[in-house]
């Protein structure tokens, strides 16, 4: 059974601050991992996406990915409180074509 | 920006009906995907569709459901003898090859 698990928050941040959210994942041969934003009642937006250990930035956001230990992050800098929204971890294995989620985290950012 | 686009917003259909959702996704991409997020959920592969069958899917994805691409611009779910259940947002998406998926802005399906 692959399992992406996320901690479902809410995560509370001022605004200004960095938020972190993390997500892991069971399948080793998971291969892309992507974050989206859902607002509530909306579809999934995609964030960003990254395929190699490392770090990738774009803009304020921050992807960190560590397959050894089949982790995920996202950072959010100088969080707004148009950044409040649930954020989704999702990822692909290498044969498969779906998108497998987590349950997301709600993150919200106070002014 | 191309997008992806389902109709209708909102179905409404008593329990045993039948219910077809359409979706027209982004004219060059080649893959498509049905996802359910019931509410309060996690959003929930379905299928995914390439090259006119069926490329994966998952045990939701049972005798009640199917796809269908009955020309070269939509893309349909069928579900059913539909349950109460089945009351939960659909979305669909599509992608270029194995690329981020682009979603819908969903159906939402009230079975009654």
């Known amino acids: 059974q692959k399992e992406v698990e996320q901690n479902s928050g809410p995560l509370s941040v001022p605004e200004g601050a960095i938020a972190s959210l993390n997500c892991t994942y069971s399948?080793?041969?998971?291969?892309?991992f992507f974050w989206y934003r859902q607002y509530s009642g909306k579809s999934p937006e995609l964030i960003m996406f990254i395929y190699s250990n490392g770090d990738k930035e774009d803009g304020r956001f921050t992807a960190q990915l560590n397959k050894a230990s089949q982790y995920v992050s996202l950072l959010i800098r100088d969080s707004q409180p148009s950044d409040s929204a649930t954020y989704l971890c999702?990822?692909?294995?290498?044969?498969?074509?779906?998108?497998?989620f987590g349950k997301g985290t709600t993150l919200s950012v106070s002014s | 920006e191309p997008e992806v686009t389902q109709t209708p917003s909102h179905q409404v259909t008593q329990m045993g009906q039948e219910v077809i959702l359409r979706c027209v996704p982004i004219s060059n991409h080649l893959y498509f995907y049905w996802y359910r997020q019931i509410l309060g959920q996690k959003v929930e592969f379905l299928v995914s569709f390439y090259n006119n069958e069926i490329s994966e899917k998952s045990e939701i994805f049972d005798d009640q459901f199917s796809v269908e691409r009955p020309d070269g611009s939509n893309f349909t779910l069928k579900i059913r003898s539909t349950k109460l259940e089945d009351s939960a947002m659909y979305f669909c998406?599509?992608?270029?090859?194995?690329?981020?998926?682009?979603f819908g802005n969903g159906t939402r399906l009230t079975v009654t």
């Open positions: 998406a599509s992608s270029e090859d194995r690329s981020p998926l682009h």
């Open positions: 999702a990822v692909r294995n290498q044969a498969g074509t779906a998108l497998i």
């Open positions: 399948d080793r041969g998971s291969q892309s």
